[in-house]
């Protein structure tokens, strides 16, 4: 089955940096890949996806890249802001079947 | 209802009590999920529903727990004789994809989970 692993676990910047989380896939055939944002005590909320027809999405400071080669995609966060401060999380899925997510990133944005 | 409605939002159980968690998706969402959710931890799946049939219950951890959804709308988790090492967060997420090769709308949105604490 399929198998996410998430880095890193804990992630500090300051506020204006940017943040880069990074997953990797073992499973070939996933096609479908969102983030998924949590605020403390809140429920998951996506944030940005991408399907594996396309290299790179953006949404604003947002921006996820994808290599289905080596089976890696990842989030980067641009000019970052306190209110970015969670727990990101990446998961992989077929045709967002059966998402499988990874052990997740807290994420902080020192002001 | 506007988003993914799951109930109770707490729940205190004694050990070898059963308890069922339900779970009340968007309208009209095909699929149909269930995650229990550790604190600090990601989402782990349990199993998923397409309409009324379970497609994949894999991710349930023994034979304890069970999960229907009979009229392809509301869901239901079970779990006999708890033990201390269910409590969790249950969370139920829907999507209206189908799946079968289709990239139309994959997402999955949460609902609020239920906090099991098996005391």
């Known amino acids: 089955g399929e198998n996410v692993e998430q880095h890193p676990s804990t992630l500090s910047v300051q506020e204006g940096d940017s943040a880069v989380i990074k997953c990797t896939y073992s499973d070939s055939a996933s096609n479908y890949f969102p983030w998924y944002k949590q605020e403390l005590g809140k429920r998951p909320q996506l944030i940005i996806d991408i399907r594996s027809n396309v290299g790179e999405k953006k949404d604003q400071r947002i921006a996820v890249t994808l290599n289905k080669t080596a089976k890696h995609f990842s989030l980067h966060i641009t000019e970052t802001q306190p209110e970015d401060s969670a727990v990101y999380f990446c998961?992989?899925?077929?045709?967002?079947?059966?998402?499988?997510f990874g052990p997740g990133t807290r994420l902080s944005v020192l002001p | 209802g506007a988003g993914v409605s799951q109930s109770p939002r707490y729940k205190v159980t004694k050990r070898g009590q059963d308890v069922a968690l339900r779970c009340d998706p968007i309208s009209g969402h095909v699929s149909l999920y269930w995650y229990r959710q550790a604190l600090g931890q990601g989402p782990e799946f349990l199993t998923y529903?397409?309409?009324?049939?379970?497609?994949?219950k894999s991710g349930l951890p023994n034979d304890r727990f069970s999960a229907e959804r009979p009229e392809g709308s509301i869901s239901t988790l079970t779990i006999q004789r708890t033990e201390q090492r269910d409590s969790a967060m249950y969370r139920c997420?829907?999507?209206?994809?189908?799946?079968?090769?289709?990239?139309?709308?994959?997402?999955?949105?949460f609902g609020q989970g239920t906090r099991l604490t098996v005391v």
């Open positions: 998961a992989a899925s077929f045709y967002g079947q059966n998402f499988v």
């Open positions: 997420a829907s999507s209206l994809v189908l799946g079968g090769g289709t990239f139309m709308n994959t997402e999955a949105f």
């Open positions: 529903f397409n309409y009324e049939a379970q497609q994949d």
